[in-house]
Structure formats: C-alpha cells, structure tokens
C-alpha cells in the first residue's frame, strides 16, 4: 500500500510540475501529428512498463 501511495503522489507531483507547459506539450503533439487517442495510449504503454519495473524491484 505504500508502494501505491508513493506512486500516486509522484503522478501528482509530476502534473503541478508539468501543467504550466500544457501549451508547449499540445504543439508538440500537434507538431507530430500524434492525437489525443494515441497520447493515452501511449501513456497508458508507458504506465504498463513503469509499473512493471516497480514490480520487478520490488519482487
């Protein structure tokens, strides 16, 4: 429970960090052509892995 703990408050962290760049990450997907369809999914690939290492370590 405590793994989920530090994980859920360095997700929030990261988000305060990164929402005044909002407009800089969306034309950058613009810029790429990547839609928002395609950014969740990749961000949920890249939950799937991050999740995955922690498993690893902490097994």
Do not use: H, N, R
């Not at 810029?31 to 999740?51: C, N, P, Q, R």
């Amino acid at each position: 429970m405590k793994i989920i703990s530090i994980y859920i408050l360095i997700a929030g962290c990261l988000y305060f960090l990164t929402k005044p760049y909002k407009e800089q990450i969306d034309s950058m997907l613009k810029s790429i052509k990547i839609s928002t369809f395609d950014a969740l999914w990749l961000s949920y690939i890249e939950g799937m892995a991050v999740g995955g290492i922690i498993m690893l370590i902490i097994s």
